[in-house]
């Protein structure tokens, strides 16, 4: 299990990764487009990140405390087992999100 000082701090942004950018999001014929709206509907810091080319972008320190106090993230655990049956070097890991210590996924989207 990580330590609460080697939690990540940035997530991971794959679009700088595509081979190609993304389309735009088409709207229905007739309707007003849909990227005018969005800032009527989302927080400016939300549509920065979700809008961001950067490869990493950071996560806003209250977030990550908000994380800790709810249990978050939920630990790694390192599947030996599986690693000794498919003969591998690799390190494979994996995580129990119906473990939840909340016991539901509600919390995670409302922070």
């Known amino acids: ?3 609460q000082d080697e939690m ?11 081979p190609k950018p993304l389309p735009p999001p088409k709207d229905p014929e007739g309707m007003p487009s849909r990227l005018e709206l969005l800032p009527k509907i989302f927080p400016k ?3 920065r990140q979700e809008m961001c080319q950067d490869r990493y972008v950071p996560i806003p320190e209250e977030l990550l405390e908000a994380y800790l106090r709810m249990g978050r993230p939920t630990p ?3 599947a030996r087992r599986l690693e000794k049956h498919l003969r591998t070097p690799a390190k494979i890991y994996f995580k129990r999100e119906d ?3 909340p016991g ?4 995670n989207t409302a922070v």
Request: cysteine-free.
């Open 104 to 107: 539901s996924h509600k919390p």
């Open 76 to 78: 790694l655990y390192r």
């Open 8 to 18: 990540p701090r940035e997530w991971y942004n794959i679009l700088p990764d595509l």
């Open 45 to 47: 810091e939300v549509l």
């Open 1 to 3: 299990m990580l330590d």
């Open 99 to 101: 473990l939840s210590p």
